[in-house]
């Protein structure tokens, strides 16, 4: 096994992290009173937009989509991208910058992987362009939707077309202006075989019966400018061509789809939590508390180790992960994606939560990007399949191994 990343990686890691200390972490400290007007609330800034047109022209553009996916993306394995994805999770609005953020990463890797050519020409140029942003429609607000085969929007064929009908929630990117299309999960056959029922299809946003009905917050936060909608699809009527692979193939790319998208979660939380470690540093060397530096408490020394080994866990577990992914496919390392969805939310959760501690009031203020990585943390947990799904799958598969030999 080798411990040290390849050439092109660390190549890109120091491109990367220049272009974050000279314009990424200069914007936090503002980034969020960029929406305080209403007419800006849901409009990427024009800063964001100048800062792509760099990160393109640098060649920072596209970096999740692996070889296999040539000419659209950088051609990077995902143990390649790993630490540069928990580069830019140091930020968390940064990821767009780099045309890089979800839901769009998955969405341009559904188009890429199963979309037609039309599907292709149509929209995932523009996304690859980062022309458009888009939005994943799959949770529904009244059933368990962390179960796809739930899902209760149908989507019905009438000759050339079909008619959608369905209520959806926590629809991440939909509340953008710039959001241009939406990829909805339903069902085409509630007769068919359990996993053969859903199929997924684009849907435009301009589309007559889309309608937004509001944004959903999430642990308080609204995610200004992406934002998660509920949107009520009533009869929404778009052509046939528009379905992604074919009728009963929705389950197949929702799996396929899920791998990278988790691990790339688990790869911008490592960067989270890093990054809270170290603010945490340097809050405890420079506060007094009791005559000395908070540095100097025997309790926070052992917060602060506890914290580096937990993410050095973590870290590794997700190295591994995206390396077993590039050798064996998504489908062979399920289990140890599944393992790694479990650990790096949790442990990020456990780490930021520490650093908001020793941070006193400021950590839950707006005066610390604390607080909205803790949220971002706390909702992954539920992203992508709540960890007791990912537990029950993982553990099942274990036991069937184990017998098995």
Not at 122 to 144: H, K, N, Y
Request: hydrophobic share 40%; charged share 20%.
């Amino acid at each position: 096994m080798h411990f040290e990343h390849n050439e092109k990686t660390t190549t890109l890691a120091t491109q990367l992290n220049a272009f974050m200390q000279e314009h990424v972490y200069p914007l936090e400290k503002d980034y969020h009173s960029l929406f305080s007007q209403p007419q800006h609330q849901w409009k990427t800034p024009l800063e964001l937009d100048r800062l792509k047109q760099l990160a393109k022209e640098a060649g920072l553009w596209n970096l999740f989509l692996p070889e296999e996916y040539q000419p659209y993306g950088a051609g990077l394995s995902n143990l390649e991208y790993a630490p540069l994805c928990e580069i830019m999770g140091r930020v968390p609005f940064s990821a767009e910058i780099f045309n890089c953020s979800a839901p769009d990463t998955g969405n341009m890797e559904v188009l890429a992987k199963y979309g037609s050519q039309q599907q292709k020409q149509q929209w995932l140029t523009a996304l690859l362009e980062g022309q458009i942003r888009s939005a994943f429609a799959m949770t529904e607000p009244d059933v368990a939707s962390s179960d796809a085969t739930n899902i209760e929007t149908s989507i019905v064929r009438q000759g050339d077309n079909y008619v959608i009908n369905g209520r959806k929630w926590y629809t991440s990117g939909a509340m953008n202006q710039n959001c241009k299309i939406l990829i909805v999960m339903g069902k085409t056959d509630a007769d068919a075989p359990r996993h053969q029922q859903q199929s997924q299809i684009l849907v435009p946003m301009d589309t007559p019966g889309v309608n937004v009905v509001r944004p959903m917050s999430a642990m308080g936060y609204l995610d200004e400018p992406v934002g998660h909608a509920e949107i009520l699809f009533d009869n929404v009527c778009v052509p046939a061509s528009n379905i992604i692979l074919g009728e009963g193939r929705g389950f197949e790319i929702a799996q396929g789809r899920l791998g990278p998208g988790r691990i790339h979660h688990c790869m911008r939380l490592i960067g989270c939590a890093q990054r809270a470690l170290d603010l945490a540093c340097e809050r405890v060397s420079n506060r007094v508390a009791f005559g000395q530096p908070l540095a100097k408490q025997q309790s926070v020394r052992e917060s602060i180790a506890t914290m580096h080994c937990q993410i050095e866990q973590a870290r590794l577990l997700t190295f591994k992960a995206a390396d077993q992914m590039d050798r064996y496919g998504n489908k062979v390392a399920k289990d140890i994606i599944a393992a790694i969805k479990i650990v790096a939310p949790a442990m990020a959760c456990r780490v930021i939560d520490e650093a908001i501690q020793m941070f006193g009031a400021m950590g839950t203020s707006q005066d610390s990007p604390l607080p909205a990585m803790y949220a971002y943390a706390r909702t992954v947990r539920l992203a992508d399949g709540p960890d007791q799904v990912h537990m029950m799958q993982l553990g099942k598969s274990l036991i069937e191994k184990q017998a098995g030999r």
